[in-house]
């Protein structure tokens, strides 16, 4: 392979472990999305940031844990929806993907416009079968704001986090990617001034910076360069959607035999998933053999 720079997840720690970092790189995996639900530059840049804090959020999770994020908002885009899981596998959707905004006062897409007011929910879904679900107001719509403000109130964790899409003319996906740095308890005056120093300085986007870096190792040189940095961990990173035919079908099965009796009077079904947008066509035979299993249960 010529160009070895894919979606990635690294994590460490800086300034001797008085910090956690993640950095990501997802501008394949948002481009995947924008392409399976044909979103709008400003629904991409929503569901694109959100996909990506999932990731960032996932990454301190082990096994089969996942992270949903819900980005409940009043704006146009009327809700987005993203799902990271620990091996860095993250799907999502946007209620409404074709809105279209004016840019806003710094010719950037108008995230926080398309957002609107209201709250981000947060569900961990543990290994243990445990779930938690918190639940704060949106302060900006932005969502790398709202993502800092949730680790300091539900979490109580003190964090810095860039979040960023950059969409082309053409509506493709140049770069999209994120960071973010926890503090660890008992971080120093001199390391909090040390990051905020070093964020100062950059001047680009974290969306540029994904997309003009050859390799996960120049993204995060440039994002954390000169904070003596540690990599621990590195995980690869992409869309992917647990449906399947079975799936849906179980799905349909669930109905039970009053409801897809309607359904067969009509001789197929057509099922879209909300988080892939995969359709899933089902014939008269396939649905008749559902309505038997529906009479099983
Ligand atoms: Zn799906």
């Given at each position: ?65 996942f ?33 279209d ?67 082309e ?58 904070l003596s ?43 879209v ?25």
């Open positions: 392979m010529a160009n070895d720079n894919h979606d990635e997840i690294w994590v460490g720690t800086l300034l001797g472990g008085q910090a956690r970092w993640v950095v990501a790189r997802t501008t394949d995996l948002v481009e995947e999305a924008r392409r399976r639900h044909h979103t709008s530059p400003v629904a991409t840049a929503a569901l694109g940031r959100l996909m990506t804090a999932s990731l960032l959020l996932a990454s301190s999770l082990k096994g089969n844990e992270i949903t994020i819900r980005l409940l908002g009043d704006g146009p885009l009327g809700g987005v929806v993203a799902v990271g899981n620990a091996q860095g596998e993250v799907r999502g959707y946007v209620h409404e993907p074709f809105v905004m004016m840019l806003n006062e710094q010719g950037k897409l108008n995230v926080a416009q398309a957002v609107g007011q209201g709250e981000f929910a947060v569900s961990k879904s543990l290994e243990n079968g445990e779930n938690y679900t918190s639940t704060v107001p949106l302060v900006s719509g932005e969502i790398a704001e709202d993502l800092v403000h949730y680790l300091l109130n539900s979490e109580q964790i003190p964090s810095a986090a860039l979040l960023g899409v950059l969409v003319r053409d509506y493709q996906v140049a770069g999209a990617g994120g960071l973010l740095i926890q503090l660890m308890p008992g971080a120093s005056e001199e390391c909090i001034d040390q990051i905020e120093e070093k964020l100062k300085t950059l001047t680009q986007g974290i969306s540029k910076i994904a997309a003009d870096s050859h390799s996960m190792q120049e993204m995060t040189e440039t994002l954390l360069g000169g940095y540690q990599v621990l961990e590195k995980r690869p990173a992409g869309f992917h959607c647990s449906c399947s035919k079975e799936r849906v079908g179980g799905t349909l099965v669930s109905l039970g035999r009053e409801g897809l009796k309607e359904i067969l009077e009509d001789k197929q079904a057509e099922l998933c909300h988080f892939c947008n995969e359709h899933y066509l089902f014939n008269e035979k396939e649905l008749s053999e559902l309505y038997e299993q529906a009479g099983q249960e």
